[in-house]
């Protein structure tokens, strides 16, 4: 598709604004795009996210509490916004490390999400700025703000929620990272998606932890929150379901029916650093802090920092120890 002629700045001819959007933003690496138009969250959506958070579901993330009036109004956050661009990448692995190994969450393999997403997204504002609405108005996210980007996902059409809380992207699947673009451009809002789940269970079947039922998802139970936001020790019984998961969990992502259709991301920025590859039970006993930073740094593992990560070795390694 060509771009327009910049000077003339609204798009005639064949392509709208928003195929002309759309396409760079595939151009710019994303897998799926889907624009809302930005307006304050419905009372039912926000009495459910209140409901969750005061039930403690969502575990000690304090920042979860705090300014509901921007989680529950995007024109908040943005001053004039009009549409809400919602994006989504693909991380699935081309490579995976052994399954005997300490296990690391496959969207922390590479670089992390948040710089990568936050970046590319920024470029497509200015593209948005050079070709479509040169005094447009933009702030980008990746999991950066008060924000309900789930909520945003589906109204945008660039998926459906599944019982484990997850976005299912249709014939795409949920290895994904999210982003949004915030823009004051007035755009033609995409359809929401209304798939679902149907009959299957098969995350709720299948997580080691129990921590999704037909209800919802109870983020205090799920490994991925003990082995990533929690910093206490973990017990005996949270240890023994972790199996060898040393940063997160992909379990309820890896028995998911719809990601039969996962393809391994080009995204040069998400490929693993190899040395995570060499990480085997025998040298986390004595991974020291510059170990550490050699082969997690740049990666989403700093969020639970060498203190964390230790944290968690420590559990698994004491289970191994019983069982020798
Ligand atoms: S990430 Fe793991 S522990 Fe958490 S809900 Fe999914 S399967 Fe369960
Ligand atoms: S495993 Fe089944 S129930 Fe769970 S999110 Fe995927 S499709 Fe939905």
Request: glycine share 6%; with cysteine; net charge positive.
């Amino acid at each position: 598709m060509r771009i327009r002629d910049s000077k003339a700045m609204v798009p005639t001819g064949k392509y709208s604004k928003e195929d002309l959007i759309k396409e760079e933003a595939l151009r710019l690496g994303f897998s799926a795009i889907g624009i809302a138009k930005a307006e304050p969250i419905p009372d039912e959506i926000k009495e459910a996210y209140t409901k969750q958070v005061v039930s403690g579901k969502y575990g000690n993330m304090e920042y979860l509490r705090r300014n509901e009036h921007l989680r529950f109004d995007p024109t908040e956050l943005l001053e004039g916004c009009k549409s809400i661009i919602c994006l989504a990448m693909n991380y699935y692995p081309p490579l995976k490390q052994d399954k005997e190994a300490p296990q690391v969450a496959y969207y922390a393999y590479g670089r992390d999400y948040h710089k990568v997403v936050k970046k590319r997204s920024d470029k497509l504002l200015k593209f948005i700025r050079e070709n479509i609405d040169k005094d447009v108005i933009g702030r980008s996210f990746a999991d950066s703000a008060p924000i309900l980007e789930r909520y945003w996902a589906v109204k945008s059409g660039i998926g459906f929620r599944g019982k484990s809380g997850m976005i299912i992207l249709p014939r795409k699947g949920t290895f994904f990272v999210l982003g949004e673009l915030l823009i004051t451009t007035e755009l033609k809002p995409d359809k929401p998606n209304t798939f679902e789940c149907g009959k299957c269970t098969k995350c709720i079947d299948n997580c080691p932890a129990k921590a999704i039922d037909e209800d919802g998802f109870d983020a205090t139970k799920c490994l991925s929150y003990l082995t990533i936001e929690q910093s206490d020790e973990l017990n005996d019984t949270q240890a023994g379901q972790l199996g060898n998961r040393l940063y997160g969990c992909d379990t309820c992502q890896k028995v998911c029916p719809h990601n039969r259709f996962a393809q391994a991301t080009k995204e040069t920025e998400f490929m693993p650093n190899k040395l995570l590859f060499d990480l085997s039970f025998e040298n986390l006993k004595h991974l020291d802090e510059q170990q550490y930073i050699k082969i997690f740094a740049g990666t989403s593992v700093k969020r639970a920092g060498y203190k964390g990560l230790m944290r968690t070795a420590r559990a698994l390694l004491k289970k191994r120890n019983k069982k020798d």
